[in-house]
């Protein structure tokens, strides 16, 4: 069965403390990775989608990267507006509409 | 920008009510969906549409349905509202014929069912 799993559930980091999140994921036949961010009380927002093992994307503090099995949101230097959950997601490697699997989340809160 | 809106941020209905939650994209995308977020459960999807009066059930459609008459307008129904439909429900848009093609997100509606 197609799953994702993100750790941990929630984290607290002081301002400026680095960190990063994991995404694990068990799926036939990956098409893609999406990381979200999502507000208390709002709609997920688009961050970054990874294709294949081995790819990057960055943008501002954030950094995506993806493996065979997993993927990581690293998170430098963080600030109290990067204070969200973080929603991870799969495309399932089938032909046909793009059913994505989500993971349950990770809540991060930055203090300042 | 890829603009989704959804009709009521907050929404309060009575059990056997029928509800209508509304979802408009303007960025021309053939791909529309429905969502349930609920905590520790995560994101699942009730149904999507390719195309105008096309649908496709996902994971959770039981008690639910779905409309589409205009390519920007996607429609999610609940027949005869219950208490276990109390959720936060999210629209969802992307364009066709790449299957990973990134899906955009509303702001969400909170329906509570008394």
């Known amino acids: 069965e197609d799953q994702v799993t993100q750790s941990p559930e929630a984290l607290r980091l002081q301002e400026g403390e680095s960190s990063s999140l994991n995404c694990s994921y068990t799926?036939?036949?990956?098409?893609?990775l999406f990381w979200y961010r999502q507000d208390p009380g709002k709609g997920p927002e688009f961050l970054f989608t990874l294709y294949s093992a081995g790819e990057e994307k960055e943008k501002e503090r954030l950094k995506a990267t993806l493996t065979k099995k997993e993927s990581f949101l690293h998170i430098t230097a963080p600030k109290p507006e990067d204070s969200a959950t973080y929603l991870c997601?799969?495309?399932?490697?089938?032909?046909?509409?793009?059913?994505?699997?989500f993971g349950t989340g990770t809540r991060l809160l930055v203090s300042p | 920008d890829v603009k989704v809106t959804q009709s009521s941020r907050y929404l309060v209905k009575r059990t056997g009510e029928k509800v209508f939650l509304e979802c408009v994209q303007d960025m021309d995308h053939e791909n529309m969906f429905w969502y349930r977020q609920d905590p520790g459960l995560g994101l699942r999807l009730i149904y999507f549409?390719?195309?105008?009066?096309?649908?496709e059930k996902g994971d959770i459609p039981e008690g639910y349905s779905v409309s589409r008459e205009k390519k920007e307008r996607f429609s999610l129904i609940l027949e005869s509202a219950s208490t276990n439909q109390t959720s936060m429900y999210l629209c969802?848009?992307?364009?066709?014929?790449?299957?990973?093609?990134?899906?955009?997100f509303g702001p969400g509606t909170r329906l509570t069912v008394l």
């Open positions: 969802a848009s992307s364009t066709l014929g790449r299957a990973t093609d990134t899906q955009y």
């Open positions: 549409s390719y195309d105008v009066k096309m649908k």
């Open positions: 997601a799969v495309h399932r490697g089938r032909t046909g509409f793009q059913k994505l699997v």
């Open positions: 799926v036939s036949g990956l098409r893609g």
